[in-house]
Nanobody, 120 residues
Framework: QVQLVESGGGSVQAGGSLRLSCAAS????????MGWFRQGSGKEREGIAA????????YYTASVKGRFTISQDNTKNTLYLQMNSLKPEDTAMYYC?????????????WGQGTQVTVSS
């Protein structure tokens, strides 16, 4: 059973940075993709970044492109999201996903989330 555990969330002022981590365990084979999602209060969950392991390609939604960077450490089975120039509208619960076939790798495995709060 694949398990994903996010960490690294917290409170930061606008313009600040945070790095989220997503530790994956329980894999018995190769990984297909991993992604990051977020859900603000009263909003739908949205995909914001994804990494496809076979091609190495990364994808970002427009609102985070140029500010957020998705990366991974194979030796640690960990996915990262470096978030710079944070804005109050980035406030949300952030989730990682793995090996889905939906947009931004959604649809298979999910973590429990980590809260990010950006104050102005």
């Amino acid at each position: 059973q694949v398990q994903l555990v996010e960490s690294g969330g917290g409170s930061v002022q606008a313009g600040g940075s945070l790095r989220l981590s997503c530790a994956a365990s329980g894999y018995t084979g190769s990984r297909y993709c991993m992604g990051w999602f977020r859900q603000g209060s009263g909003k739908e969950r949205e995909g914001i970044a994804a990494l496809y392991f076979g091609s190495g390609r990364t994808y970002y939604t427009a609102s985070v492109k140029g500010r957020f960077t998705i990366s991974q450490d194979n030796t640690k089975n960990t996915l990262y999201l470096q978030m710079n120039s944070l804005k109050p509208e980035d406030t949300a619960m952030y989730y990682c996903a793995a090996d889905g076939r939906g947009d931004y790798c959604s649809g298979a495995y999910w973590g429990q989330g980590t809260q990010v709060t950006v104050s102005s």
